[in-house]
């Protein structure tokens, strides 16, 4: 059974072992796409409600990857790894992600960036090898909350970023921008 939260439509080839979640940001794509891949953004919401991310390296290029800690609010800490594979900025991102570089349990997720007027419709598709994996992150780890919490933790931090722009150009004098 797939999971979708906003009404994205399934892929039913793999509808049993994928989780799509999608959100509307109110951003321009491009300030979520930086926001989703650069990792002094990254580290000030990546994660559901109460985690906090170290990250140990970050490459972001197709091959690069992103080693971190997930800090879990009960003092848990989860190893964590994307491979990127496919980039096309501002609109695409498909990443394998695990435990570790090799881990045979790692999932695929791609994420869109569909422009939605002023605002960025974030849709993030989880395939997991097996259904078995998928029912385990749902019932164990609570990957469709999570993943929700994780695209409102990033909606709140872009809107502080859009509200901080905002705030230094009505204050910035008449001629003195940069």
Do not use: C
Not at 15 to 31: F, K, M, N, T, Y
């Amino acid at each position: 059974m797939t999971t979708t939260s906003s009404g994205v439509e399934p892929d039913h080839t793999t509808a049993d072992r994928e989780i799509v979640v999608s959100r509307v940001i109110g951003a321009p794509r491009e300030l979520v796409f930086e926001a989703f891949t650069q990792v002094r953004h990254l580290s000030r919401w990546w994660g559901p409600e109460g985690f906090s991310t170290t990250t140990r390296s970050f490459e972001f290029r197709v091959g690069g990857a992103w080693d971190f800690v997930m800090h879990g609010p009960d003092g848990t800490d989860y190893q964590e790894w994307i491979t990127w594979t496919e980039i096309v900025p501002p609109e695409r991102i498909a990443l394998e992600h695990g435990e570790s570089r090799d881990d045979p349990n790692a999932f695929e997720s791609v994420l869109t960036f569909e422009p939605a007027g002023e605002q960025t419709r974030i849709v993030m598709r989880t395939v997991f090898p097996t259904k078995e994996l998928r029912e385990e992150a749902v019932e164990k780890y609570h990957a469709i909350e999570g993943g929700e919490q994780t695209l409102r933790n990033l909606a709140a931090y872009v809107a502080e970023l859009t509200w901080n722009e905002t705030a230094r150009n009505e204050t910035t004098p008449k001629g003195a921008e940069g």
